[in-house]
Structures are given as C-alpha cells and as structure tokens.
C-alpha cells in the first residue's frame, strides 16, 4: 500500500522507519539539493532527469552542482549504500515510489507569459503510471492556481484516478538560496504545505515534519501555498525596483544615494535596500509575470508591479548610459574604449547566470560594435565564451590591461579583494571603476574615477 492510502497507524510506522521511497523529478541546482535532503532524512530515493549525460554521471557519483554544501558527499554517501539511484525512465520512478516531487523549472516565454509546456509533458507521462495511494507534491513556483486548476485535472483524466480520494496533490514552494539549499530546507524556514484536500495536506505535513526542524506551515489550500510564493518574489522584486528608482533619482540631483540610505535605514521603518545592474536568477525576475498572467486572465492589471519590473529590467541599458557619460568626461567614446565586465553570475559567489544583467549589457554593448571584455573566476574560459559569446580572458591581470572602463558586475570574493594600486599600474590613464555593488571603499585619484549607481 502506497503512502496516500495508509492509515493513521501505518502512516507513522513508514515515517518513523523510513520505508518510504521518494522520487523526485528534475536534478538541477535545487532538485539534487532536495534529493539530499531526503537521503540524510533515511528515506530512500529516485532521481529522475531528461538529460542522459547527468542521469549516468549521478549514477558513476559524478556530481556537478557546485557551490551547495553537503551535496556531493551526501548524494556519493547514498550511492555506495544503494539508497540512491538516477533515472531516465519516468515509468520506472514512478511504479518504484510512494511519493512523487516535480522540481523542475518553469520559466517565461518571449512573450513573459509562463511557459508550462514541460510540466505538462512530465505530468502526462506520471499520470499513465499513476497508482492509488501515490502522493504528488509540485516543489517548483507555478502561477497561483496550477495545482487544482491544471495539474490536478490533467492527472485525473489521463490516469482514471480521482484526487483526494485515490491519490494526493499538494504544493511545497521550495524557499531556498542558492549556496545554502540544504540548510535552508532543514534548518532556516518552515515548511509552507497546502494540499488540495485536507488529506493531501495532512500528508505531505507529516512527511516533512520528518526532518524540518522549525515545523509545517499548513495552508488552507494548494493555491494560497502558490500565492505565498509568488508574492514574496513579486514583494522581494518591487523592493529592488524601489532601491533601483531612487538611486537613479539620487543620481540626478547630485545627492550621495548610499549616504541617504544609511540614515533612512538607522530608524526601524526604514529598509531600502541596494540598487544593482538588474535582476538576475530564475525566481524574482520570473514570478512578477507568473501573477500578472493571472491577473490578464480574470481582466486586471497592476500598474505599479508592471512598472517595477520595468524599472529593474531596464537598469542595465542605465549602466551603459551612465557608463557613457562617464567615458565622454575623459574624451573616451564607448566604440573606442576596451570595456571590461568583472562577473557573469546574477549573484556573487554563486555559478549561476540565469537572467543576469550582465548579458543584457554584452548584447546592447555588442550592438554599438564595442570592444568587450569579459571575466569571471566561476566559469572556465570555453564557458564564457560559449555562453556570453564576447572576449574572455581568464588572466584577470591581463584582461585590466589597457582597459578604459572597468564595471563590477558580480560581488565575488575575489573582486572584493581587488588591489587598486596594481589596477592603477595596468589600465588606461585615465580609467573609470564602476562599481554596481557598492563593495569598493577606494577613492577616486587623478588617474581613477570610481563611480557607482546613485552617486
């Protein structure tokens, strides 16, 4: 008997045993850090991805997500002691599991409107092998209602099967960052759970009460679990944009934005937070659109969560601008000038470039037939090449060499530590430093302008 249908007594005897197997689909920068998770919680699990590369390397313990502590010696740990496995074979996953987690990413299309063509695929081939007492929990972020108005009616018809009764549904956002996944889950947050009965609820409740340690949050449904996480993005996002609008108002009336922040934060109601290039990673840019499709479908709008992803995406074309005043106060033009980009990522210290606003800025940079450098510790030369398709360098001494203007796009370690006294010896004189962080203490010399958003 599957864990949906067990009774009260022999749903604790699985949990407490951990006779339950759990297959969980997509093994991606969040989908193996959950797979570990449950491996270190004693339960027995199945990898399940699309691409045959990462199913045979997972198996022979080649594991490739970097930078998430605990996850290579975890899923290694679980191979040797045949408590792991990777699959090509959805079928297979599926007939072999009690418990069902989709983790696989759902984006936006040209058009930003979510693009849920994968999930569907996946789960039309659950849903074939679908059995009574199985239970489903969607960990990705869905546009809020996906869960009962899609998922569920999609399951049902293809496997004959009637949620609530014969098997679970529910929705678990993860709330993770990136870095700090596994303790994330484990340690720092409560679990959010809202299933699409008060059964599917109880059960994946207890499932994760198993290793949580700060407990369950139940909701009173699956699609209020949905809103939870698509408005934290959608608050987290308008925050920025608020950062970002100020700073470049700041900018325009000669006012020190970073000092301005620092005194409106020093009382408790104040809380702006940085500006930056842009937003990057696979969530805040993403889920403002997921609920402003929702709204066109019931006939509203939003003008100011419109506005506030516009202003976010639209900051890089505000570094090249500002990027070109500052070249034109050294009689340097932006065609003739050696350009070099420090970070690729989204986020420092973290290899993931998703949306990164560095890529916004190499394409309208490469539109003006700029000379474009590009650095970044994090990925090796062919991978920069390949992905940002501009002139990379791996020597970060040699890439500053000649270099007219400098922007810091990726709050890395290792820029952090950058030794202005030899950045002096080897670019141009004069050089700007445009720190879009706001990580560099240094002042500008005769030969050096640091510049930043908002000053």
Request: net charge negative; aromatic share 6%.
């Amino acid at each position: 008997m599957k864990y949906f249908s067990m009774n009260l007594k022999d749903t604790s005897n699985a949990l407490k045993n951990r006779s339950l197997t759990i297959s969980v689909f997509g093994l991606g920068k969040m989908g193996l850090p959950i797979c570990t998770v449950f491996l270190e919680a004693g339960y027995n699990v199945i990898g399940v991805d699309i691409s045959p590369e990462l199913v045979k390397g997972l198996n022979q313990g080649i594991i490739p997500i970097v930078g998430e502590p605990g996850v290579k010696e975890g899923i290694v740990k679980a191979l040797e002691n045949k408590q792991f496995s990777a699959t090509l074979s959805v079928s297979d996953a599926v007939k072999s599991s009690d418990i069902i987690v989709i983790i696989i990413p759902i984006l936006v299309d040209e058009n930003k409107q979510p693009h849920l063509d994968p999930l569907k695929e996946l789960l039309e081939k659950i849903a074939k092998h679908l059995e009574k007492g199985h239970l489903i929990i969607q960990e990705t972020t869905l546009p809020i209602g996906t869960t009962e108005g899609i998922i569920k009616p999609l399951l049902e018809e293809i496997s004959g099967l009637k949620a609530g009764e014969d098997f679970g549904i529910g929705f678990s956002p993860e709330r993770t960052y990136s870095g700090r996944a596994m303790a994330d889950i484990t340690v720092n947050y409560p679990k959010i759970v809202g299933g699409f009965d008060s059964l599917s609820t109880d059960k994946i409740a207890k499932f994760y009460e198993t290793f949580v340690e700060k407990g369950v949050i139940k909701m009173s449904s699956a699609t209020t679990a949905e809103a939870v996480k698509v408005f934290k993005g959608v608050y987290r996002d308008m925050n920025i944009a608020i950062a970002n609008e100020l700073a470049r108002i700041a900018d325009k009336l000669n006012v020190n934005f970073y000092e301005v922040r620092d005194a409106v934060n020093s009382e408790p109601a104040g809380n702006i937070l940085m500006p930056g290039a842009g937003v990057g990673g696979h969530c805040i840019p993403v889920y403002p659109h997921f609920l402003l499709q929702n709204l066109r479908e019931i006939g509203l709008d939003s003008k100011l969560i419109s506005s506030g992803r516009e202003v976010n995406s639209l900051m890089p074309v505000h570094v090249i601008e500002k990027m070109g005043e500052e070249l034109q106060n050294i009689q340097k033009d932006i065609k003739n000038a050696k350009i070099v980009l420090l970070g690729f990522t989204y986020r420092g210290n973290v290899k993931e470039h998703r949306y990164s606003p560095t890529i916004d800025i190499i394409n309208n940079l490469q539109q003006s037939n700029a000379d474009v450098w590009l650095h970044d510790p994090l990925y090796s030369k062919e991978e920069l090449e390949k992905l940002s398709k501009t002139n990379v360098e791996s020597d970060l001494k040699l890439i500053l060499k000649g270099a007219d203007i400098i922007i810091l796009l990726s709050d890395h370690n290792m820029y952090k530590l950058l030794a202005f006294e030899e950045i002096d010896t080897l670019a141009s004189s004069p050089y700007i430093f445009f720190d879009t962080r706001n990580i560099v203490t240094e002042d500008s010399t005769h030969n050096r302008k640091i510049v930043k958003i908002g000053i």
